[in-house]
């Protein structure tokens, strides 16, 4: 090739690259804080490890309002928007109500955060770098996150009813519900290794117990030994508060050993189990591969991770820098006093709907 035939495509490349820039939206960079807020993680980190002290299980319930917040409408931080005469939230969604947990938590970062650099931490990045440093704390891989998402102004209850799987879906919904938001069958099963640790309950698991599927039996992927404790755990026609260790094993390390349980059937949400037990099904091959080498799976969780913290992110100008992680500025800067109280109870009675 002719040297000038070579700097006639050098321009062309950098004019489309230039045109490339100037349509295209800002791009999450690692980088994003290191001017204007460079504690951001240690900040972040801080209150993380004082509330692990009391809640053993708080970093569990940090990753997944990551995910569930990613799931739906992308990460915008509109998980943790309280009701309001404008919002409705989904933290009510059927999926969330009673049951994602951590947003005493959030407000704590987000104070720490708003004194260190006000106005600069969005509530959508606390959310990735707290799921970040939650599974790092718990023993699992540390990453590099890409920074610089903006927080949404509005809910999508309805999308949090379509968006979120639930514990009965069948492996094929599964694949849908992942395929939705750009992510396949090896994301589905590397990030359904988050339930390596932290809790669920009843409700979300004891259709298995007594009468699965109207069978009449517990579900025959259930390791018999097991069924004995989650029948203790959840009696038949008992209230449902009990939780259950989602990793028998290591109910609070972030290891591959949710593999490993799920090769004993020793999976506990049925969505857990039919990603080993489903006959014939592709997921199969990447289970025993994540049981056996667990930096394989840690490999391919963070790279999961990453696709599913760039679902649909607000970058540049799009959106807002919440001041407070509950309440967009708008009505913020409004009287609070028609907001609705939006309740984080603990209590699963309200729960059936959930699962
Ligand atoms: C594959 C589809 C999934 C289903 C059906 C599912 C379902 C559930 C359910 C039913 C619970 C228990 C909730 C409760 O009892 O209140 C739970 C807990 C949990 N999920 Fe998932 N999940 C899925 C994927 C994921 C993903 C992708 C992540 C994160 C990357 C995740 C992270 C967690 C964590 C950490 C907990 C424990 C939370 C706590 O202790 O507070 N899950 N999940
Ligand atoms: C960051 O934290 C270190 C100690 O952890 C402190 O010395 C430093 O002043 C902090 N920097 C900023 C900009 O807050
Ligand atoms: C809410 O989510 C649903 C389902 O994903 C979607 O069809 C709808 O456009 C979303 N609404 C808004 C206002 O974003
Ligand atoms: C539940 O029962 C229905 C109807 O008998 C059957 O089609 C379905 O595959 C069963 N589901 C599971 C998870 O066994
Ligand atoms: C549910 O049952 C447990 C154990 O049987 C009991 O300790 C608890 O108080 C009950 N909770 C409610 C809300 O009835
Ligand atoms: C049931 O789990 C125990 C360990 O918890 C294991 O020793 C046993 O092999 C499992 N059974 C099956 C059928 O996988
Ligand atoms: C699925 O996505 C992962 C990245 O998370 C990628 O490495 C892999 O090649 C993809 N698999 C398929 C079958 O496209
Ligand atoms: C994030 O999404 C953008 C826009 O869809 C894409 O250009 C970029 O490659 C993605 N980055 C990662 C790490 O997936
Ligand atoms: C939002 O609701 C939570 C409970 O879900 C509560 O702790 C928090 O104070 C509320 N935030 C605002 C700004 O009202
Ligand atoms: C959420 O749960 C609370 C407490 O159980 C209940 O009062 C409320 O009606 C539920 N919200 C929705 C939208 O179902």
Redesign the pocket.
């Known amino acids: 090739m002719s040297s000038s035939h070579g700097i006639a495509i050098a321009l062309f490349c950098i004019a489309f690259l230039l045109g490339g820039i100037s349509v295209s939206h800002a791009q999450l960079s690692s980088t994003y804080y290191d001017e204007t807020c460079p504690n951001v993680t240690s900040i972040i980190r801080g209150v993380i490890d004082n509330a692990l002290l009391s809640d053993p299980r708080i970093g569990a319930s940090l990753l997944r309002l990551h995910f569930h917040d990613c799931f739906v409408n992308g990460c915008d931080g509109s998980i943790l928007l309280n009701n309001s005469d404008t919002i409705e939230s989904e933290k ?3 999926r969330n ?2 049951s994602v947990r951590g947003f005493g938590v959030v407000d704590d970062i987000k104070t720490a955060l708003e004194s260190a650099c006000p106005s600069i931490v969005s509530c959508a990045d606390i959310l990735t770098i707290a799921a970040e440093e939650s599974v790092s704390a718990a023993g699992g891989p540390s990453w590099t996150v890409l920074l610089g998402r903006r927080d949404g102004t509005t809910a999508n ?1 309805t999308g949090a009813d379509i968006s979120l799987p639930s514990a009965v879906d069948t492996l094929d919904t599964l694949k849908e519900v992942f395929l939705a938001v750009g992510l396949n069958t090896t994301d589905l099963v590397s990030l359904s290794g988050a339930h390596t640790f932290g809790r669920a309950q009843c409700p979300t698991f004891s259709g298995r117990l007594y009468d699965f599927n109207s069978t009449g039996s517990p579900d025959d992927t259930l390791n018999s030994t097991y069924l004995e404790t989650l029948q203790g755990i959840c009696p038949q026609n008992g209230n449902e508060t009990g939780l259950a260790n989602l990793d028998l094993t290591t109910p609070d390390t972030f290891d591959n050993n949710y593999f490993s349980n799920l090769q004993l059937e020793n999976g506990l949400l049925q969505t857990d189990q039919e990603l080993f037990s489903t006959t014939g099904a592709d997921t199969i091959d990447i289970v025993n591969s994540f049981s056996s080498d667990q930096s394989a799976f840690f490999a391919s969780f963070v790279e999961s991770m990453l696709k599913m913290g760039n679902i649909s992110v607000l970058t540049g100008s799009e959106g807002e820098v919440r001041l407070n992680c509950g309440i967009v500025n708008a009505d913020s800067s409004r009287s609070e006093s028609f907001l609705h109280s939006s ?1 984080e ?1 603990r ?5 059936k ?1 959930a699962i």
């Open positions: 009510e969604a059927a109500n009673n209850r309740t109870t209590d699963n009675t309200e729960y709907s």
